[in-house]
């Protein structure tokens, strides 16, 4: 199986121990989700985290792709940031094109000190191509430590 992994840093906040993460996007997705590893498990606040999404890649991520994540509170948007996808890999400031072979990119980050601790937040992030058509969706509950 080809294999995918992309994330910004704010994706890296959506991994937690008892999250509970789904796809929220549809069959036409350029990825199928298949899982999420991090370190650690879970993440805590002003330390960093290592985060990588795996999946089926149906069509190479070129650059102009970008990842909107959001994040809410009882219904209040407390976070909403669009940034550009392949700026924000390891690997390089711009691994991009990813293609369809490509077996795993990871993003560390530093999970900001102005997160709230031990407050579940509900997190969606979308990822897109330059051309608009949907790269992946997931949501789901995180709660840091």
Known sequence: ???????????????????????????????TLSGITYTPNPPKVGQNVCITLKGT???????????????TFWGINVYDSTSDLCAGLVG?????PITTSVSSVTQCISVPSNVPANV??????????????????????????
């Open 120 to 145: 579940q937040l509900n997190i969606k992030a979308v990822a897109k191509h330059g051309d608009g058509s949907q790269i992946f969706c997931i949501s789901g509950p995180l709660t840091f430590q």
């Open 92 to 96: 390089g400031a711009n691994p991009c």
């Open 1 to 31: 199986m080809k294999v995918f992994a992309t994330v910004s840093a704010v994706l890296a906040l959506a991994a937690s121990a008892s999250a509970a993460f789904s796809s929220c996007g549809s069959a036409s997705d350029s990825l």
């Open 57 to 71: 890649l149906k069509k190479e991520v070129a650059q102009g792709a970008t990842i909107r994540t959001t994040a």
